[in-house]
């Protein structure tokens, strides 16, 4: 049997707005652990996409005056599918929930959940938010405060309600609690990090309501199969995306290859759906839950949650506009541990692309390409004898490249980066100790130039590789300049378990000037 494909997933992005960095960071993450398996040599499906339906999408198209699906249209053209480019995303899949594909499978999923006796009609009288698209039940609801006063807010978010009544359907959600509890106690690491697990299993002990999965008072959504004057009620469609996408009922062989997804990478606020409503519907329709759902913290600016609303939402064009792509997506995964709130601000950009981007990294494949330049006329050296520096690199190499594989492997890219730094780090240090420029000068010791320069061209092998899936660009010219395509094919094929394999480079290989891959920024100017 073939390993099966690597499905992972990004939360559909509601499309009230356009896109900023908390959206990104989502999706950029991602972006580099579905990178990074493929670079293991595994087949990858990364889906990301959009949320088209719902309240908050209809209202904002409403107070612009147009019609929801020319707002989302205009949106996802202008916006988000560029956003994607800016972050330089290779997903494979991108769905809306406005195309045919989403809504014919989610009709047959919920014909099917009807069939099988598991929707029921009932009238729900309670609170709704708008804000999260949520039925919210009394004991999360209290009275809001300061500019909330007068209203009623939930104290699962602090978003504002509305008390709606509403014929609906409904779908016995509270049945399933055991099942889900079980389904965390045998599985311990369905829901990841522990801080998520812990509050997912307080929510469902807490006990579990049934679900209204349809709304009667408006028609921007999906209609249901059996009854067209409601609509699906967002979250029991948009969480349907994830078997849509991948074939259910119409590509039954790509389904079965693809399903269970092995991730679901959400935000912590969402978690709730997809690790209780999620699996429960799953349950319900026989299929399988997704391996993993893991949940990530909130990107803080000024110690604030970031949030188009409180009017700090940055565009990712604002970062990558002065950094560039591969910087953005360093930065995201080097600086802030995925799974936890961290703090971003635009001077530890800054610091971290000096320190670290054009000094650590950037600075290190110039020198080395350009000594090769000027002492071997751009050829690669071969390596004599490797004395006790040279093996402490290739030990360093090896065991760093193992760490960040079984990081990659837990979901903890930060982890992984600051391993593979490790060689970075080390490659610098050992060109400062080793002086080439000074055993250039005594013509006895042209081998042992040779042998430096060799073990840091191949350390920079290690680096292409390794930190390719984090900065696709830099690295496709760091690979470009060491000459290596010929010999060892493209960079996107480069394996992650043989590229601690020594000595793969070929000695008299043309390497070229590396161009500045970090170029310094004036800070101020910008
Ligand atoms: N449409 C739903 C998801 C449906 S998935 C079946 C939704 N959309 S959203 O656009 O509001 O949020 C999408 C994701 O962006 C969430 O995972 C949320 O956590 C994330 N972020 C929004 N602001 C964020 C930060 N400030 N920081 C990090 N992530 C943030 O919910």
Do not use: C
Request: hydrophobic fraction near 40%.
């Amino acid at each position: 049997m073939p390993e099966p494909t690597f499905y992972a997933t990004t939360p559909i992005y509601y499309v009230n707005d356009a896109p900023h960095i908390g959206h990104g960071y989502t999706t950029t993450i991602g972006d580099v652990i579905t990178r990074w398996h493929r670079q293991r040599g595994e087949r990858v499906h990364y889906l990301t996409g959009v949320d088209e339906h719902g309240q908050k999408v209809l209202r904002k198209a409403d107070a612009n005056g147009v019609t929801p699906q020319e707002w989302v249209d205009r949106l996802v053209e202008n916006e988000w599918l560029p956003m994607l480019r800016t972050i330089d995303a290779a997903n494979d899949d991108f769905i809306r929930t406005t195309e045919t594909r989403h809504e014919k499978g989610a009709q047959a999923f919920w014909q099917d959940l009807n069939d099988r006796g598991e929707v029921y009609r009932g009238e729900f009288s309670g609170w709704y938010s708008v804000g999260s698209e949520e039925f919210v039940a009394d004991e999360y609801v209290a009275d809001g405060e300061g500019e909330d006063e007068g209203f009623k807010v939930s104290t699962l978010d602090g978003s504002r309600l509305e008390h709606v009544t509403e014929e609906n359907y409904f779908f016995p959600l509270s049945k399933y609690a055991d099942r889900l509890l079980a389904l965390y106690e045998e599985r311990p690491d369905f829901v990841q990090p522990e801080s998520a697990r812990n509050e997912v299993l307080a929510f469902v002990r807490g006990g579990l309501k049934d679900l209204s999965i349809s709304r009667s008072t408006f028609d921007w959504g999906i209609p249901l199969p059996w009854d067209d004057s409601h609509v699906m009620y967002v979250w029991i469609e948009a969480l349907l995306n994830y078997v849509t996408a991948a074939g259910y009922g119409v590509d039954d062989e790509q389904f079965e290859d693809l399903w269970p997804a092995n991730v679901h990478f959400v935000g912590k606020d969402i978690v709730r759906f997809h690790a209780v409503i999620w699996p429960a519907l799953l349950m319900a329709a026989g299929l399988p839950v997704p391996n993993r759902v893991f949940a990530h913290g909130w990107l803080l600016v000024g110690g604030q949650k970031m949030s188009k609303s409180k009017a700090n939402g940055i565009h990712p064009t604002e970062i990558v506009g002065t950094f560039g792509s591969d910087a953005y997506r360093y930065y995201f995964t080097r600086a802030l541990t995925f799974g936890s709130d961290g703090s971003i601000s635009w001077e530890d950009i800054g610091a971290r692309y000096h320190a670290e981007l054009a000094n650590g990294f950037g600075n290190l494949a110039s020198r080395v390409a350009a000594m090769v330049g000027k002492y071997f006329d751009g050829e690669l050296p071969a390596a004599g004898p490797l004395g006790d520096a040279e093996q402490h690199i290739v030990d360093t190499v090896a065991t760093a490249v193992a760490e960040a594989d079984e990081a990659m492997e837990r979901i903890a890219p930060q982890d992984a980066l600051t391993a593979v730094w490790r060689i970075v780090d080390a490659l610098n240090l050992y060109i400062t100790e080793t002086q080439p420029w000074a055993v250039a000068k005594d013509e006895s010791r042209r081998e042992y130039l040779g042998t430096i320069l060799n073990t840091a061209a191949e350390g920079l092998r290690v680096l292409a590789v390794t930190l390719h899936p984090v900065m696709p660009k830099a690295t496709t010219s760091l690979w470009e300049s060491l000459g290596a395509e010929p010999d060892l094919g493209p960079l996107a094929d480069q394996r992650i378990d043989q590229v601690a394999t020594w000595a793969r480079l070929r000695p008299g290989s043309t390497v070229t000037k590396v161009p500045s891959l970090f170029p310094r920024i004036d800070l101020a100017e910008s």
